[in-house]
């Protein structure tokens, strides 16, 4: 059984960074950052596979970065030039059966088994 406990979100103004993190416990394999805000559905942001793959939404590419520390066994989202439209509750996700390529770059939700309670990022203009 896989626990995930995220942290490090806030309310930061519009240009502004975080770092999120997820401590996860148990043996993981793809992990990834979700985003719901109000209203909305559930959004993938990035993920990361065994082999440092990674893969990001459109929406959030060249500001977040996705990373893990295996030794921690901890996974990260650094998150550059806030847009308010990043307002929303992020969630850690991950999965221990082998995800498949196709499934990796589609950021669906569904393909993912494990999930943390959420951090809110709030971002003001």
């Known amino acids: 059984q896989v626990q995930l406990q995220e942290s490090g979100g806030g309310s930061v103004q519009s240009g502004g960074s975080l770092k999120l993190s997820c401590a996860a416990s148990g043996d993981t394999r793809c992990m990834a950052w979700f985003r719901q805000a109000p209203g909305k559905e559930r959004e993938g942001v990035a993920a990361i596979d065994p082999d440092g793959r990674t893969t990001y939404s459109d929406s959030v590419k060249g500001r977040f970065t996705i990373y893990r520390d295996i030794a921690k066994n901890t996974l990260y989202l650094q998150i550059n030039s806030l847009k308010p439209e990043d307002t929303a509750l992020y969630y850690c996700?991950?999965?221990?059966?082998?995800?498949?390529?196709?499934?990796?770059?589609?950021?669906?939700?569904?393909?993912?088994?494990?999930w943390g309670q959420g951090t809110q990022v709030t971002v003001s203009s």
């Open positions: 996700a991950a999965e221990t059966q082998e995800l498949g390529l196709w499934a990796f770059y589609k950021l669906r939700a569904t393909d993912y088994s494990y």
